[in-house]
């Protein structure tokens, strides 16, 4: 089941919500970038992508956690069937943009996870929020519930290959597999960190010709 249901035929009238909020958070993301340009600042996101979670995909989510595989099942119970990924150029940039969504007075932040701070066992570094906003369908709000993945290009670069090669792919866990793809977390880190150190020196040889 969930192979062949349509995203409507699975969430309902939900699907509005879902496809809403990402609307909404989009525009809020469009609007950080414009107000950025306008002031002849650097422009701190590279790409923005959404997604609403397929039905095979929450079905699967909704049996292990035990629950009756249907879209009421969502409510209070999975926050992420309405997905954004936010693509930052540098790690600096995801915490700024991550500090500016929270601060924004309609936006309720449920959950945060630092996996930059503390990355997953499998190498995998990005910052989650869950968020709830208010969306209103005619006269009538609701607030919905969306998870934003804020990453940079390197950290995206990663997560994009591993997730095609191995991630869900239910193969058997491969020690020596495992320890590569985190040898090349970690080396894509250490370039990065590379990356900010030759930008602040740069940024610091400039001001001082100012
Ligand atoms: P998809 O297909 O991307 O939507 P939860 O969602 O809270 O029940 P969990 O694991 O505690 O489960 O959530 P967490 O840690 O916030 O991670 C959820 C999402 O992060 C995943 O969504 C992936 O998108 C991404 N992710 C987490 N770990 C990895 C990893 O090791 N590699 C890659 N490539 N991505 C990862 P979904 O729903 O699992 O999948």
Redesign the pocket.
């Known amino acids: 089941m969930g192979e062949d249901i349509t995203e409507l035929e699975f969430y309902g009238d939900s699907l509005l919500l879902y496809d809403s909020v990402l609307i909404e958070l989009s525009s809020r993301i469009n609007i950080i970038r414009k107000a950025n340009i306008i002031h002849n600042e650097r422009d701190p996101i590279e790409n923005v992508k959404t997604?609403i979670?397929?039905p095979k995909?929450m079905i699967n989510?909704l049996k292990?956690?035990g629950l009756e595989p249907v879209a009421e099942s969502i409510r209070g119970n999975?926050?992420?069937a309405a997905?954004m990924?936010v693509i930052c150029t540098y790690i600096d940039d995801v915490y700024k943009v991550a500090s500016i969504l929270a601060s924004q007075k309609d936006i309720t932040v449920l959950?945060t996870?630092d996996?930059i701070k503390n990355p997953?066992?499998?190498?995998?570094r990005?910052y989650?929020m869950?968020v709830e906003l208010p969306i209103y369908i005619s006269d009538t709000c609701h607030r919905v519930c969306a998870?934003v993945?804020l990453r940079t290009l390197s950290m995206d670069f990663?997560?994009?290959?591993?997730?095609q090669i191995?991630?869900?792919h239910d193969i058997p866990s491969h020690k020596m597999i495992g320890a590569e793809l985190k040898r090349c977390a970690d080396e894509v880190a250490s370039v990065e960190m590379n990356f900010l150190t030759i930008r602040d020196m740069i940024n610091s040889i400039k001001n001082n010709q100012e």
Request: no cysteine; glycine share 6%; proline share 3%.
């Open positions: 997604r979670k397929s995909s989510k292990m956690k999975v926050t992420d997905g990924r959950e996870k996996y997953k066992p499998s190498g995998y990005s989650h869950i998870e993945q990663w997560a994009s290959l591993e997730h191995r991630y869900k």
